[in-house]
């Protein structure tokens, strides 16, 4: 098993660009989240998805939009990039049950917007 | 104040020493848990705590939940175990499952 894979690993953007960043789960796991990790502060929730076809926005959503269309991907697009979106990305999926809360998180994506 | 604060922010130790990472946080929990990020960025789950302690090798992980406190120790320390280690907090939130997440603590043990 592959775990959680996201695409690209490393990206550097004008501003007013766009992106996407795929990650991808091969864990059937129904729940998948996007976070930002930037210098001093913990991971921080961008948008999360409880399931194929749903989403929700977390604590810093401004400036980003998702997409699960099928449930092992989880799409989070850029529209217009801004420099205070340079930050390292992290996606993650965990499968939650009774007595069961783990989540497994990809290897990250190195944004910087010039 | 951010609902999950941690201590210390960076710890330099020799190995072979007996390392404690703490955990604070300030809102109802159902989970904690306790996560590894490596230098080369990788983000790994070492436990998940709902009440009193887990042991995984060298690493033990306790829980005080009236307290509203957690620890991660490490006993016996190597240089392997240099990475930042980061504390994650489930909140009392039906149907829904998101963490609140530490700031990090940096450790570094030296040879």
């Known amino acids: 098993n592959a775990g959680v894979t996201q695409t690209p690993k490393f990206r550097v953007l004008k501003t007013g660009q766009s992106m996407t960043l795929l990650c991808a789960q091969d864990?059937?796991?129904?729940?998948m989240y996007w976070y930002r990790q930037d210098p001093g502060m913990g991971l921080r929730l961008i948008h999360y998805?409880?399931?194929?076809?749903?989403?929700a926005k977390g604590e810093v959503p401004d400036g980003y939009n998702v997409s699960r269309l099928k449930k092992q991907n989880f799409l989070l697009g850029l529209e217009s990039a801004a420099p205070s979106q340079t930050s390292v990305y992290f996606c993650?999926?965990?499968?939650?049950?009774?007595?069961?809360?783990?989540?497994?998180f990809g290897p990250g994506t190195r944004l910087t917007v010039t | 104040k951010n609902e999950v604060e941690q201590s210390p922010q960076n710890l330099t130790a020799q190995e072979g020493e007996f390392i404690t990472i703490n955990c604070s946080y300030s809102?109802?929990?159902?989970?904690l848990h306790w996560l590894q990020q490596h230098p080369g960025g990788g983000i790994v789950s070492l436990f998940m705590?709902?009440?009193g302690k887990k042991k995984h090798g060298r690493l033990i992980a306790t829980i005080n939940i009236q307290e509203k406190h957690s620890s991660l120790h490490i006993t016996a320390s190597h240089p392997r175990d240099s990475a930042v280690y980061i504390c994650?907090?489930?909140?009392?939130?039906?149907?829904?499952?998101?963490?609140?997440f530490g700031t990090g603590t940096r450790l570094k043990v030296l040879a």
């Open positions: 705590l709902s009440s």
């Open positions: 994650a907090a489930r909140p009392h939130t039906s149907g829904t499952y998101k963490y609140i």
């Open positions: 864990m059937n796991h129904e729940y």
């Open positions: 809102v109802g929990i159902s989970a």
């Open positions: 993650a999926s965990s499968y939650v049950a009774s007595g069961r809360d783990e989540q497994y």
């Open positions: 998805s409880v399931g194929e076809g749903t989403t």
